[in-house]
């Protein structure tokens, strides 16, 4: 079992910058491969980015490549999201997600863990 608790999230203006933090609690975290996923009102929750369990491969949705990070500290049990160039249309609920499984990039399911989530609103 794992857990995982977001934090960061927040008002920001069209431009600006945000870092979100998730902490993982349970088992050994680095043995997961964890990612970010966002859900806006009215839309279906889409994958945002993930990093593998050393931190060395990383792979972004393409409406976020260019302008998000993501990060972890295996030593901390953290996963980061540094999120740069904020437009409207990246408002949404941000959660971050751990998968145990072996394909890369994972294949999100229920099997895997994820976080209630933290608000980002991006104003115009």
């Known amino acids: 079992q794992v857990q995982l608790v977001e934090s960061g999230g927040g008002l920001v203006q069209a431009g600006g910058s945000l870092r979100l933090s998730c902490v993982a609690s349970?088992?050994?975290?680095?043995?997961?491969?964890s990612g970010w996923f966002r859900q806006a009102p009215g839309k279906e929750r889409e994958f945002v980015a993930v990093i593998s369990r050393s931190g060395v491969g990383t792979y972004y949705a393409d409406s976020v490549k260019g302008r998000y990070t993501i990060s972890r500290d295996n030593a901390k049990n953290m996963v980061y999201l540094q999120m740069d160039n904020l437009k409207p249309e990246d408002t949404a609920v941000y959660s971050c997600?751990?998968?145990?499984?072996?394909?890369?990039?994972?294949?999100?399911?229920?099997?895997?863990?994820w976080g209630q989530g933290t608000q980002v609103t991006v104003s115009s």
């Open positions: 997600a751990a998968d145990s499984g072996s394909n890369w990039p994972p294949r999100w399911g229920p099997e895997d863990y």
């Open positions: 349970g088992r050994t975290f680095s043995s997961y491969q």
